[in-house]
């Protein structure tokens, strides 16, 4: 028990500096590509809502496409894809050698636009549940589009939309494990160093599966709230 602490402690020869930073790292990159994500589930609810048939398909493919495939070879077809296309135009300018890219940009882009699709369907559902006659009633008091949508839309949906986007994000955080196929030194990346540095995998292993634990069930608490604080608001108005 003691060697364990020890191994898994901050001390002179633990690694508990370098799995805390993983933690951290795994934090940032995943409200990274969270963030992402509701750029393109955005855009993708926008596209679904319009009047015109070209946005409609187009976010209809995006969301087919992304969630019929696999995560881990979306993550590939960005970092390889992406690392051959700059490698190519860096030869075509003289250098040589394969030019990778970043992993933690890969990593956000490419669970981003996965977790986009899911967010797509949680924001046009949200959007839907809005009762149409209050947005009418906001134009007929002539209401900018901008102020209805701070006044009406904007908190309607998201009270509406915070389940969805508490399930979405937990997802995207066990997700950002497959980021470790890049290099980039997360939660699942640094125990996989550290049971092969120390011949000690149950140690490391069964750590990574205590701090996954840890963020996903703060990041429940904390969505869970959120809910609360929302329904407490719709109850007032």
Known sequence: MSSAIELLGFGPQGWGHQLLLAALMTLAV???????????????????????????????????????????????????????????????????GFFGLNGFLVGMLAVGVVSGAYQTEVLRGAYNAIPHGEIDAARAVGMSPLLMLRRIIGPRLLHYALPGMGNVWQQVLKESALISVTGLVEIMRQVHIGAGSTRQPFEFYITGFTLYLILTTLSGTFFRAAERHSARSERRL
Do not use: M, Q
């Not at 209809?60 to 077809?77: A, C, E, K, M, S």
């Open 30 to 96: 995943s409200a990274a590509a969270f963030v992402t994500g509701i750029c393109f589930g955005t855009l993708g609810a926008w596209a679904k809502s319009a009047h015109g048939a070209l946005p409609r398909r187009l976010a209809d493919g995006y969301t087919t496409v992304v969630r019929g495939v696999p995560d881990l070879l979306v993550i590939y077809l960005f970092y390889f894809g992406g690392s051959s296309a700059l490698s190519a135009i860096a030869h075509a300018l003289g250098n040589e």
